[in-house]
Every structure is written in C-alpha cells, then in structure tokens.
C-alpha cells in the first residue's frame, strides 16, 4: 500500500466511524424522544414545508428499535470506506449526489400517491448511491481494479438491488432506492476522468 492509499485508508475509518457514531448517537436521542426526529426531520412526501427534511432524513432511522440502524451500519461503513479510498473529493461527490437524488425522489414519489400520509428516513438510499458509484466507476476510469473490486461488491451485495423494485415490501422505501442508485452512478460520471486512463 503506497503512502497516499494509506493516509486515504486511515482517513477513511475515522471517518465513516465518526459516522457510525452520529448516527447511534441521534438513534438513541430519537429511541428516548418516542420518534420525536421521525416526525420532525423525515420525509413528507410532496408536502413543501418538508423539503429541508431531504437534508436530514438519512440522518434519523426507525425509533422503535434498533433493527433499521443496524442493517444499515455495515454496508454503509463499507461502501463509504471504499469511496473514501479514491480520495476525499470523490468522496463527498457521491454520498452528496446519492443523499440529494434519493431524497429528491422520495419527496417527489414516495408513499403511497394516493393513500395516507407516510414518513421516510434511513441511510439506505445513500448506501444504494455508494453502491452504484463503486458498482460502475471502474468502467468509466478504466481502471481494472476497480472492474474487479465491483464484481467482488455485486457476488457478495448485488442481491440488494432488488430493493429498487416497488415490490420490495411494505414500509421500505423503494424510491430512496432507486434514486440514491441513480444519483450514485451519476456521481461516477461526473468524475469520470477525462483525457487519461485510470490504473
């Protein structure tokens, strides 16, 4: 492992630890509140006073019990390191991309367009984003490892991506899915490199 890779790996576990911190710590705020950050910082679907909770929403998870959290943390951790490897710009571009076009598709399409009102958080339209960026950015950089790095993700993870489908299941947002995946290969594009191959 050269130098920058690395400090690259280091700043990558601090990172996605100080994550996984935030997130048990808001988890434990929102379990002793009864839900009081559900309600506050989830997503109402097409209710406009809603739209900063796009911001927030991956931040707040299920309050009544520790199952949502818990699902999400390693692949999350994982993904998130991983991304963290190609530096810190790529980094934040696609956790960014994911977070704003999961969100953005749940608001637009979520719940059920004409049934009761429902509310949506959870990390996990994020983690389908990183997904999709490491699942892909191989083929746009050229670069083998990453091809071969993605093939491992897909053998041990690619079941997940049934969960884009509407027929996932009840109270799983297939939107944040869908969208996060969407936004997440996105971010591949965008920092595709141009005018030179990736090793």
Known sequence: M???LAVRARAGLATMT???ALLYAIQCVNMATFGLLTRWFGIR?????SLPDIVTSPLVHDPTGWGHLAANTLPLFVFGFLAFLAGIRQFLTAVGLSWLASGTGVWMFGGNLLGAPSITV???GVIFGLFGF???RGFFNR???QILLALVLFA????VLLGILPTVGRGISWQAHLFGLAGG???AVILRPRGRVAV
Do not use: E, H, I, N
């Open 143 to 145: 670069s083998w490892w």
């Open 185 to 187: 290969v996105a971010a």
């Open 2 to 4: 050269d130098a920058r």
């Open 134 to 136: 490491l699942l892909v």
């Open 156 to 159: 041990a993870y690619g079941s």
């Open 122 to 124: 959870g990390a996990s």
């Open 45 to 49: 679907p097409r209710d406009v006073s």
């Open 18 to 20: 100080a994550v996984t």
